[in-house]
């Protein structure tokens, strides 16, 4: 089975239960996407467990971008050579940034860790993609965080720069795609601000499935699996 998680915010122990639930085995695959970290209370856990799965498929999203931001200078030894001009302005503004975007709880954690491991991490998400696309059933899902800033039906995907993937919400009222057997998946923008009436659950409508059902806001951690067109919940605390 194929399954598509999105913004765990470091909520680990939901997680962990979510995966249970599903019964998720090294058979199935796990699409993520993207922002693993920040606000939750165990960044870290997420990451470095996600990491340790073959079976997992990471998309970049925006708390991906403003960690590897923030922490691509502040995560280099600082030395006699360069302690003089390592930081800029920008680079500590872009700290900032992050940190009150919920980011501190997961800079906090990152210093512990022990150099190798820092560079693991970092790499895990310079290396994540900012799109996939799977098929099922003769129908496709394009997999994005946010949504597609720009979108021509015309254009290929791969033009499309980092941004426009990682910041832009996708519009909800408007079918992306005129193939019905097209879909654009997202994250990012929580269910409990689509449906009408606040329900944090899967939204699945005009040619987009949302799977953000906002657990960082009170609401639920979704898995929705491509094969069975069902979605399985974790609640929060």
């Given at each position: ?40 209370p165990q960044p870290m856990k997420v990451i470095q467990d ?94 994005v965080h946010a949504g597609i800033r720009g979108f021509d ?33 997202t994250g990012h923008t929580p269910t409990l601000v689509i ?43």
């Open positions: 089975m194929r399954y598509i998680i999105s913004d765990i915010h470091g909520c680990y122990e939901q997680y962990r239960a979510l995966l249970d639930k599903i019964h998720f085995s090294d058979k199935d695959r796990l699409y993520v996407l993207g922002d693993a970290m920040d606000r939750g996600l990491m340790m799965r073959p079976n997992v498929f990471y998309i970049a999203g925006n708390h991906d971008y403003m960690m590897l931001r923030a922490l691509k200078k502040l995560a280099v030894e600082i030395t006699e050579e360069n302690y003089r001009d390592h930081l800029t302005s920008d680079d500590l503004l872009s700290y900032f940034y992050w940190v009150q975007d919920g980011g501190r709880v997961t800079a906090d954690q990152f210093r512990t860790l022990p150099w190798e491991e820092q560079q693991e991490i970092l790499d895990y998400l310079r290396e994540a993609s900012v799109y996939e696309i799977l098929e099922a059933r003769g129908t496709r899902y394009v997999l039906k015309n254009r290929d995907l791969g033009t499309y720069d980092l941004s426009d993937f990682l910041f832009e919400r996708a519009d909800y009222d408007r079918r992306y795609y005129e193939d019905r057997k097209t879909i654009l998946v449906h009408p009436d606040g329900r944090p659950e899967v939204y699945r409508q005009n040619g987009h499935i949302a799977v953000d059902c906002g657990f960082v806001f009170g609401g639920q951690l979704a898995a929705y699996c491509v094969e069975t067109e069902e979605a399985v919940y974790v609640k929060g605390v």
